[in-house]
């Protein structure tokens, strides 16, 4: 089972990432749980939201405390919330940033993988708006292999109807562009 | 078709299968998305129903006691304070034998302000005449709310389908949800056996003197009498169509088991999967779910317990100056058996504390080392000061 815990802001479409990978998970015919941070949210606050996804039934209904991936949407975060928090060893850290992946394992001084898109301007330029939560799903797909991009594409075009092109472009691209850092 | 909903979708995709022609609710705090989703229903034409708004949870029920007695379906959905304020109402549902079907999302009660998952207000409400059927995962949610109907308005008693809050309300996962077509073969259209007609004119809820009103109250024990054997047929009606079941309760690996842990909720999902842990090891450890609490199966559950070394009961839930009360409800069901095995009772996840596998295990853990119960209730995962 892998356990995947998302960090943005409030109004930034953590929940919506989480549907949308358990979507493209059980179009695998694979598991998947997803739930935000229980509690009340306010607009721009950091909040987290989680995935489970497995080959299996998912039985356990509990927190998240030591995922295997994190995926922060919001660059502002870093440092500002410790991200890195439980992540466990042999994890996987993704961030929308435009530094490089080394850079950011600097910066944070973490020394497991790290995966780097600009996710803002991917969104920017592919959207016209700089939500991140469909193109970072592109550069999840790319760090952990855990569905295929293509598994992507039904639950986006439903949920986004005529606008689920661009996020389609969008999450394709972070997939491209997206740089890798190994563990060190 | 499988999609992946929160559970409070679950729960408004089983309302607007159930063919429900009166949604009521109050759509404020500890309100949850459930009558959010209807209301949408309401006024996009995806359902065929209205959707009253009114001012308080008292006045939720009220209304659908009017409407159920003209004899259309009802439902509402609330949780916490929000069924408290219903209390009066809920005895006249169950006395006015009303079928109406309810979504209650166990929150915590307040003060302090809680909106996270506790039980404890939804078992306040035990005694008011009431089915209770608790669930653990969404798939079960949605169809127990189709289930309700049918067992309600077989034994003319109202249902409360109980969820926990966040853990189901707010988790997305996958669920099937069912053609309407099997739904409309599963679930006929009600036929109240009384109701508001101009042209049949009676009156209702009369002045009911001493010498009826003890008869009246003695139906209503005989009508959850009736539920208990309705349950299974309701059941098998089900599994025929849709290739799922529940069971009033279910038993995981009790045969053998010397500890048998007992849960609802979602805890019982997780105690699945701790169970399976303690299994690989050796350990001789059954489950027993219990999803029907009112009314309680005792003979059922008599038949799993009576043979175990000891039974451990987590309770989401308290009763002040008394204890779990689940553990109540389980001592009550054992205690006139010849031999039985002492009731354990812990006190775990209270206001939305996490109830995690390792605190699963860690009361297991707890009850394989005492001989006899400490008390009635032990308080699990407590801060230290």
Redesign the interface.
């Given at each position: 089972m892998i356990e995947i815990r998302w960090h943005g802001r409030g109004g930034q479409g953590a929940v919506t990432s989480?549907?949308m990978l358990?979507?493209a998970a059980?179009e695998e015919g694979k598991?998947?749980?997803?739930?935000?941070s229980?509690?009340?949210e306010r607009r721009g606050a950091p909040v987290v939201a989680f995935n489970r996804v497995d080959n299996h039934r998912?039985?356990?209904?509990?927190?998240v405390?030591e995922p295997d991936v994190v995926v922060v949407l919001d660059a502002s975060l870093v440092g500002l919330v410790n991200v890195a928090e439980g992540l466990k060893p042999g994890g996987v850290l993704i961030v929308n940033t435009s530094k490089s992946p080394e850079e950011i394992k600097k910066e944070m001084n973490f020394r497991g993988a790290v995966t780097a898109v600009d996710a803002s301007k991917i969104a920017r330029e592919e959207l016209g708006v700089p939500i991140t939560n469909t193109t970072m799903l592109g550069a999840v797909i790319r760090a952990t292999k855990l569905v295929k991009i293509e598994s992507s594409e039904g639950?986006l075009k439903e949920r986004f109807g005529r606008l689920a092109q661009r996020n389609i472009n969008a999450l394709k691209r972070a997939y491209d562009e997206s740089k890798v850092a190994k563990a060190t | 078709m499988k999609r992946v909903v929160e559970g409070s979708e679950a729960v408004a995709e089983a309302v607007r299968l159930a063919r429900v022609n009166v949604i009521s609710a109050y759509p404020i705090t500890p309100q949850t998305h459930i009558v959010e989703f209807l209301s949408e229903y309401c006024a996009n034409g995806t359902m065929d129903a209205r959707f009253l708004r009114v001012e308080s949870e008292h006045s939720a029920l009220a209304a659908l006691i009017g409407t159920a007695t003209t004899g259309v379906r009802s439902f509402t959905a609330t949780s916490g304070q929000g069924l408290a304020l219903m209390h009066e109402l809920l005895h006249w549902t169950s006395g006015a034998r009303l079928p109406i079907v309810m979504a209650e999302v166990n929150r915590a009660l307040a003060p302090g302000w809680n909106i996270w998952v506790d039980q404890t207000d939804s078992l306040a409400q035990r005694d008011t005449g009431w089915i209770q059927l608790y669930c653990e995962d969404s798939q079960e949610v949605l169809d127990t709310i189709i289930q309700a109907y049918r067992l309600g308005e077989l034994v003319d008693l109202p249902v409360m389908v109980v969820l926990d809050a966040f853990f189901l309300s707010h988790t997305y996962e996958p669920v099937d949800v069912p053609d309407q077509k099997l739904v409309d073969d599963y679930l006929p259209s009600w036929e109240p056996k009384f109701q508001l007609d101009t042209e049949k004119p009676c009156a209702f809820g009369p002045l009911v003197t001493p010498a009826f009103y003890m008869e009246m109250r003695h139906a209503i024990a005989g009508a959850m009498e009736d539920a208990l054997e309705v349950f299974p047929r309701v059941e098998d009606e089900f599994e025929k169509i849709f290739d799922r079941r529940y069971g009033e309760i279910e038993a995981v690996s009790c045969n053998d088991a010397e500890i048998i842990l007992v849960t609802s909720g979602t805890a019982t999902s997780t105690s699945r999967l701790v169970v399976e842990n303690l299994r690989a090891k050796g350990e001789k450890v059954g489950l027993l779910k219990i999803k029907l609490f009112r009314p309680f199966p005792v003979e059922l559950v008599r038949k799993v317990l009576a043979p175990a070394k000891k039974v451990a009961v987590i309770d989401r839930n308290f009763s002040f100056g008394a204890s779990g009360i689940f553990a109540q409800e389980i001592r009550a069901a054992l205690c006139n058996t010849m031999k039985h095995p002492p009731v354990f009772g812990y006190v775990a996840g209270i206001g939305g504390r996490d109830v995690t596998a390792d605190v699963i295990e860690d009361i297991y853990r707890r009850a394989k080392a005492s001989d006899f119960p400490e008390g009635e209730s032990v308080w699990v995962g407590l801060q230290e000061n």
């Open positions: 989480v549907e358990a979507l059980i598991y998947a749980q997803g739930f935000p229980f509690g009340p998912i039985k356990i209904r509990s927190g405390y639950p | -």
